[in-house]
Nanobody, 134 residues
Framework: VQLVESGGNLVQAGGSLRLSCAASGFTFDDYTIAWFRQAPGKEREGVSCIRSRDSNSYSKVSLRGRFTISTDSAKKTVYLQMNNLKPEDTAVYYC????????????????????????????WGQGTQVTVSS
C-alpha cells in the first residue's frame, strides 16, 4: 500500500497550490481519503475528506471556500486545491486512507468531524511541505 503526496511548495500569501495524493495497493473505491495537516508545534488536524465511491466530501468549516477536495478514481488520486493561501496554512500536509465503514456510532454514509479521527485511517503518506510567506 502506498500513498504518495506531491505538490507542496513555497508560495506567497494569496497564492494557490494543488496537492495530489496518489494511491496504490488497495481497492480505491472502498476507501475514504482525507487530507490532514500539521503545523510546527501543533497537533495534526483534519482538513478535508472524500469518499471515493461517490465523491461525497466533508471539509473543516473554517477552510470551506478556500480549500476544495476532489478525486479521480481512474487515476486513484485525490487532490486538494488550496486558494488564497495564508501564512497560517503553513504545515506538512498528509493524506490518509481508511476503509469506508461505520465509525464512532455513525453509519458508513457519515462524513463529518468524526471522520477526522486518526483512528479511522489505516494508511498514511509521508507528507508534503506547504510554506506560505507573508
Amino acid at each position: 500500500v502506498q500513498l504518495v503526496e506531491s505538490g507542496g511548495n513555497l508560495v506567497q500569501a494569496g497564492g494557490s497550490l494543488r496537492l495530489s495524493c496518489a494511491a496504490s495497493g488497495f481497492t480505491f473505491d472502498d476507501y475514504t481519503i482525507a487530507w490532514f495537516r500539521q503545523a510546527p508545534g501543533k497537533e495534526r488536524e483534519g482538513v478535508s475528506c472524500i469518499r471515493s465511491r461517490d465523491s461525497n466530501s466533508y471539509s473543516k468549516v473554517s477552510l470551506r471556500g478556500r480549500f476544495t477536495i476532489s478525486t479521480d478514481s481512474a487515476k486513484k488520486t485525490v487532490y486538494l486545491q488550496m486558494n488564497n493561501l495564508k501564512p497560517e496554512d503553513t504545515a506538512v500536509y498528509y493524506c490518509a486512507a481508511g476503509k469506508t465503514r461505520g465509525f464512532d456510532g455513525h453509519g458508513p454514509a457519515y462524513l463529518g468531524p468524526a471522520t477526522f479521527s486518526h483512528h479511522y485511517y489505516d494508511y498514511w503518506g509521508q507528507g508534503t511541505q506547504v510554506t506560505v510567506s507573508s
